[in-house]
T-cell receptor, first 120, second 110 residues
């Protein structure tokens, strides 16, 4: 089955540092990748959508200068949380949709196992 | 976006079928119904999806009503490992993003 790998699984760092999270599709080419954030006891909230080779599309209220997304290849997207602060502590999850199929609506998204970010 | 309504929580005995309902009365003709589940502290896991017809795979069955306004996810023989939050999502056509609601917390007990 389709596998999405996310790294690191957990990171703890000091306030003010930048953190990069990687999302890789291991056995398929991901034309589109999505980044979500989930706070405790809440549902997933979509942050942005990235398409290979183009700029990411951010959801309303998400600061694009703070959450930098790069999707340079069909198997890798990265999310960089710049100048992270305690309020950025959250569970960050990526997902990917592959090529093929007759419609993007018919392609299931496959999710990574998430990155738990803790900012001290 | 077509929104979905799910019960907040459900219980099921181990070995019995778990039937999780979902209402999506404003679904459009080209929108699919997707089901995912999230076990604590993990990323969501894809279960199944469908458009009009009932679907079955190794994990579950999806029953969609003829008017497409509701659906039911069936786990035929629930195990303790099926305890999770189950999300019913209608996929926005042509764009691909998923909008997660609060889902149903399914607890499978011995």
């Amino acid at each position: 089955g389709a596998v999405v790998s996310q790294h690191p699984s957990r990171v703890i760092c000091k306030s003010g540092t930048s953190v990069k999270i990687e999302c890789r599709s291991l056995d398929f080419q991901a034309t589109t990748m999505f980044w979500y954030r989930q706070f405790p006891k809440q549902s997933l909230m979509l942050m942005a959508t990235s398409n290979e080779g183009s700029k990411a599309t951010y959801e309303q209220g998400v600061e694009k200068d703070k959450f930098l997304i790069n999707h340079a290849s069909l198997t890798l997207s990265t999310l960089t949380v710049t100048s992270a602060h305690p309020e950025d502590s959250s569970f960050y999850i990526c997902s990917a949709t592959g090529t093929g199929g007759t419609s993007i609506s018919n392609q299931p998204q496959h999710f990574g196992d998430g990155t738990r970010l803790s900012i001290l | 976006d077509a929104k979905t309504t799910q019960p907040t929580s459900m219980d099921c005995a181990e070995g019995r079928a778990a039937n999780l309902p979902c209402n999506h009365s404003t679904i459009s003709g080209n929108e699919y119904v997707y089901w995912y589940r999230q076990i604590h502290s993990q990323g969501p896991q894809y279960i199944i999806h469908g458009l009009k017809n009932n679907e079955t795979n190794e994990m579950a069955s999806l029953i969609i009503t003829e008017d497409r306004k509701s659906s039911t996810l069936i786990l035929p023989h629930a195990t303790l490992r099926d305890t999770a939050v189950y999300y019913c999502i209608v996929r926005v056509g042509g764009y691909g993003k998923l909008t997660f609601g609060q889902g149903t917390i399914l607890t499978v007990h011995p």
